[in-house]
């Protein structure tokens, strides 16, 4: 069995693993048995013997005692009836892909989001309406990036999803940070990180405990996530101890330089990891929950110009519509009267991940937890350990004074829902209850964000303005 093992990879972003290149197709070469293609496409598996890559691959190690042998995804394209592959159209492909998910019908609304003001459409329903076309472009980045990866390499394809993996949520922050909306940017990254750890991670498990009572995961991957988590956190903490001790004033030279150090050393940390778990220890992230169940083919539906042009595409309106998203954020909190933090907090986070939210419960359900504990840990460790420190360094580029002073009300949340996160997949298992208790955490924290004002959003008069 050693010898007929694979390395094993599935795709994503950076607490993902990476759909391996070398799987792809190989003309005129039959797939394994225990799989099978769509109607008028062929798949081709690596483990088959006549396969001209299969017996350069080493042998994975699939747990710590025995080797076995381990069924890579496959990937399909369509072929002639000679069996040569058939180069995907960019037309053929775009409308299948395009009407392969639901989600893409809410694509209609992007061109009225793109002329609100033409429109006569006031701050309010310009941010309702940004924001619900934000939705499908997010989940379109997503595959457009997944079809860039089919065309390229292992590695290619992994740094690919690692960096395009919160591209959302990048956007809209930086056009936050370049309008100097500073508690915006901080408060929708702390939600990003929480909405991933408590209510995307919460949903996936309680989906898992309905169809079976006990679900393990990949224990050394979410260990690793989560001890990640831990010490960006820390770095989120030591600059608010140091201002509410007195040490040093917010937005002083002294806090901007502490939090620029300490982002550039967290980017450091995390380009460790991702070469830890794309190179030196890949192994150790394979998928190993769902097993026994067949891979799901995936198709190939673009050629490379055309993956590109989707992936421009969809960036090119998130920036758009993120402009006008974060514009109308003063607006909308005076006409709603809710809060500038719920909105940050609550609101934003959902919308820039609410594609790879579905994915990671539909995943769960179908009992891949550990490509459900990707989505969701690993998420939160990017936003932790990438966008976080990046946005700093940016706002230095542009002359915004961000710092990693987030507050201490939001610092304490944040750091004590980690916590919890870790204590619960520390054991490698899960069911529905310790779900619902994450859920339950976080409905606590976006009611207390309801009544919650930031000092800083504060009016003059008010009596806490300086305290």
């Not at 747990?63 to 180069?87: F, W």
């Not at 009992?367 to 990707?374: C, E, P, S």
Request: charged share 15%; proline share 4%.
């Amino acid at each position: 069995p050693a010898d007929a093992a694979v390395e094993f990879a599935a795709r994503s972003r950076a607490g993902r693993a990476i759909t391996t290149s070398q799987d792809r197709l190989v003309p005129g070469r039959k797939m394994s048995a225990h799989k099978s293609a769509p109607s008028g496409l062929v798949a081709y598996n690596s483990l088959n013997e006549e396969s001209p890559t299969a017996s350069e691959r080493p042998p994975s190690v699939r747990s710590r005692t025995k080797l076995t042998v381990v069924h890579p995804p496959v990937v399909i394209k369509s072929v002639d009836e000679e069996g040569n592959a058939i180069p995907p159209s960019t037309i053929k492909g775009s409308i299948k892909m395009l009407t392969g998910n639901k989600l893409y019908y809410g694509l209609i609304l992007v061109p009225f989001a793109c002329f609100t003001q033409e429109l006569g459409l006031d701050d309010a329903q310009t941010f309702i309406l940004a924001a619900a076309a934000i939705l499908p472009l997010a989940g379109l980045l997503g595959e457009a990036t997944e079809q860039v990866a089919f065309h390229t390499n292992e590695t290619v394809g992994g740094l690919l999803n690692a960096t395009f993996g919160n591209a959302t949520e990048l956007i809209v922050c930086y056009f936050a940070l370049q309008r100097g909306l500073l508690l915006v940017v901080q408060v929708s990254l702390l939600g990003s990180i929480l909405s991933n750890t408590l209510l995307v991670l919460g949903c996936s498990m309680v989906a898992a405990g309905i169809r079976q009572m006990q679900s393990k995961f990949n224990l050394v991957a979410a260990q690793s996530n989560t001890t990640l988590l831990q010490i960006a956190i820390l770095g989120l903490v030591v600059p608010t101890a140091m201002e509410s001790t007195g040490q040093f004033a917010e937005h002083s030279p002294n806090d901007l330089t502490l939090a620029r150090g300490i982002s550039i050393v967290l980017l450091i940390l995390y380009v460790l990891y991702v070469y830890f778990q794309l190179f030196s220890h890949a192994a150790l992230f394979e998928d190993t929950s769902g097993e026994d169940e067949d891979e799901e083919p995936e198709e190939v539906l673009l050629p490379m110009s055309g993956a590109i042009a989707w992936l421009a595409f969809a960036t090119v309106l998130i920036a758009f519509l993120s402009e006008k998203l974060t514009g109308a954020i003063e607006g909308t909190t005076a006409t709603y009267g809710i809060s500038e933090t719920f909105v940050s907090f609550v609101i934003i986070p959902i919308v820039g991940n609410a594609a790879e939210h579905s994915t990671a419960i539909v995943m769960a359900w179908k009992g891949k937890m550990d490509l459900a504990f990707g989505v969701a840990l690993g998420s939160s460790t990017q936003i932790a350990l990438f966008v976080i420190p990046l946005m700093v360094i940016i706002g230095w580029a542009i002359d915004q004074p961000l710092t990693l002073v987030f507050g201490v009300y939001e610092t304490i949340i944040t750091f004590l829902s980690v916590l919890i996160v870790s204590h619960i997949v520390s054991d490698g298992e899960t069911n529905w209850l310790e779900g619902t208790m994450l859920l339950f955490t976080y409905f606590i924290i976006c009611f207390a964000f309801f009544f919650y004002h930031h000092q800083e959003a504060l009016p003059d008069n008010h009596p806490m303005k300086h305290a």
